[in-house]
């Protein structure tokens, strides 16, 4: 499985009206978590973001909330922010504008949030287009660090390294709470959580328009 756990700027320039990063002014990290709610992996996660008083922003798929509403819920009593995921985890490259578009819809019944991110990051300049103009609000939000704790192929360690060399104030970091996931996010997230506290960053959650 080809990925690049730091974003390259060529791809940035590419999708400049995507977000990839926030200001290091803040000296602040930005910890994101894509596929949930998941009844395991989400209330971890929630777990020990409360240990180390982080936030989180949770890219939500619209079938899982739908499933799993109370653990949803719970991200927003404990503060953290959620976005839009698509209802299936649909692959932009791979489905037409109008039932990608009609996917993200769906998943705003359940999901009440402007932010929204692409499942694999895939999404096309004319999807993005008709996103805004359906959604004039709407802020797609990417990454610049992979923890890779989808790759079922690396250990944990890995995602605490791919982490730990490639973060920096104002990065956009992204975790999976997922049952993929489960086995190198349950290793990695804690470390990482104490590797940020070492460095005095804040964790903190992504602004709603920025």
Aim: glycine letters at 6%; proline letters at 7%.
């Amino acid at each position: 499985m080809f990925y690049l756990t730091k974003t390259p700027g060529i791809l940035k320039a590419l999708y400049r009206s995507c977000t990839w990063s926030l200001s290091p002014a803040k000296q602040a990290v930005y910890l994101t978590f894509d596929d949930g709610p998941h009844p395991q992996a989400t209330p971890f996660v929630l777990e020990q973001l409360k240990k180390y008083n982080a936030k989180g922003t949770f890219f939500c798929i619209g079938k899982n909330v739908k499933e799993y509403p109370q653990i949803y819920q719970q991200l927003l009593e404990e503060g953290h922010t959620v976005g839009n995921h698509t209802h299936q985890h649909l692959n932009g490259w791979k489905t037409g504008t109008d039932t990608y578009i009609q996917n993200i819809l769906e998943a705003r019944q359940y999901i009440d949030s402007p932010l929204f991110r692409p499942p694999y990051g895939r999404i096309t300049p004319f999807q993005i287009k008709a996103l805004k103009n359906k959604i004039p609000q709407a802020q797609v939000i990417m990454w610049d660090v992979l923890s890779g704790d989808f790759d079922t192929a690396i250990d944990g360690e890995a995602c605490v390294q791919n982490v730990v060399f490639k973060a920096k104030p104002g990065s956009i970091i992204v975790f999976h709470d997922s049952t993929k996931a489960w086995d190198r996010l349950s290793y990695a997230l804690p470390r990482v959580l104490e590797f940020c506290k070492k460095q005095q960053w804040g964790m903190e959650a992504i602004p709603v328009g920025k």
